[in-house]
């Protein structure tokens, strides 16, 4: 079941320091949000809050919450693990496992929680690489290391590692920094198809690729260095571009920051 993410007043600490300052916005199902700001603002660690990813570096801790469909992803009796199954990942660079074969590593995950039926790992598989819009281009070597493919064709198949294990939400950070410009229009073409099944959050510092990929975008940014970083506005892509609320957004989005 696609979900509804709603984040409301979180602030985000790594030991001593305060990252992010009271954060809230909601992300519609079967849609896409773009989080876009200047560097060290804080939108990769709100973006890796949602999964909990930011948990692995020590000292890190949340306040407020983070829910989906109504549930507190944060509550004491909820199992980070299940979370990250729930809430997939893409990160900024392509990694595949670069010895495993195309097939392992789209499955890798469902191997991991326990799937052993030879059949289903193939059917998953195939699904998750046409999904991912691979398939025609692999179907022939799905043998052969994962490492051997393209940079555009690796975070096609991080993409179908992430979607084999049945997420509700994809969580995409700078998926396309490391790519040619052909490799990154393949990667906009599959979001806008991705989000007819999933909800997807997008952190990008290409505005012309938030403008053409996301429904809705928020724009973060710091008042100071050394201070938190805060969401300054959200709303329809088309008015944050065309008629922003806050002028330091306009002046971020027209190229005067940033």
Request: net charge neutral; with cysteine; glycine share 8%.
């Amino acid at each position: 079941m696609v979900k509804r993410i709603d984040i409301k007043d979180l602030d985000i600490f790594y030991g001593n320091f305060h990252a992010v300052e009271s954060v809230s916005l909601s992300v519609q199902p079967r849609s896409v949000m773009a989080l876009i700001g200047p560097s060290g603002c804080g939108k990769s660690t709100v973006l890796r809050s949602i999964n909990r990813m930011h948990e692995v570096t020590p000292g890190a801790r949340v306040q407020g919450s983070i829910m989906l469909d109504g549930e507190d992803i944060y509550g004491s009796s909820v199992d980070p693990v299940g979370v990250r199954r729930t809430i997939g990942m893409v990160f900024q660079r392509p990694n595949p496992f670069p010895t495993m074969s195309i097939r392992d590593n789209v499955i890798a995950g469902l191997k991991l929680l326990g799937e052993r039926n030879k059949k289903r790992l193939n059917e998953v598989a195939e699904r998750s690489l046409r999904g991912a819009n691979l398939w025609n281009e692999v179907k022939d070597r799905l043998d052969k290391p994962g490492g051997g493919l393209s940079g555009g064709q690796q975070q096609r198949l991080c993409i179908a590692r992430a979607i084999a294990v049945s997420p509700d939400v994809l969580l995409m950070d700078e998926p396309c920094s490391a790519l040619d410009p052909i490799s990154t229009l393949a990667i906009e073409d599959l979001i806008t198809e991705l989000k007819k099944d999933y909800t997807i959050v997008i952190v990008t510092h290409n505005m012309q690729q938030a403008a053409r990929v996301s429904d809705q975008t928020a724009f973060f940014n710091l008042a100071a260095t050394g201070k938190p970083g805060k969401l300054i506005e959200t709303g329809d892509t088309e008015k944050i571009f065309s008629n922003p609320t806050e002028k330091a957004t306009e002046d971020y989005i027209s190229g005067r920051f940033g």
